[in-house]
């Protein structure tokens, strides 16, 4: 089983917005990819993190658990390259 930071993103990004269509422009990717994506990454761990039937759309209960851990885990990882971004900028 493979989970993506970019499914990561998208998961947080249709949960701040609470649409898939905004979170597909936030993320500058087409809504249909979004969805696959989220819908993918749903199927891997057998949940369901948005309830699609409610506008705007509902966190499941599942869902604000995996969401949370998806921004620890995109927050880690911005951390652990921030070093690496100041070295790049810094020799440009």
């Given at each position: 089983m493979v989970v993506t930071?970019?499914?990561?993103?998208?998961?947080?990004?249709?949960?701040?917005?609470?649409?898939?269509?905004?979170?597909?422009?936030l993320c500058f990717a087409d809504q249909?990819?979004?969805s696959?994506?989220?819908?993918?990454?749903?199927e891997k761990l057998n949940i369901k993190i948005f309830n699609r039937e409610t506008i705007p759309l509902k966190?499941?209960?599942e869902?604000?658990?995996i969401i949370n851990k998806c921004k620890s885990i995109?927050?880690?990882?911005?951390?652990?390259i921030k070093p690496i971004k100041?070295?790049?900028?810094?020799?440009q």
């Open positions: 930071l970019r499914q990561m993103q998208y998961i947080c990004a249709v949960a701040e917005t609470q649409s898939f269509s905004k979170a597909a422009e249909s990819t979004v696959q994506q989220i819908k993918q990454f749903e966190v499941t209960a869902g604000e658990e995109l927050t880690g990882v911005e951390e652990l100041k070295d790049i900028y810094r020799f």
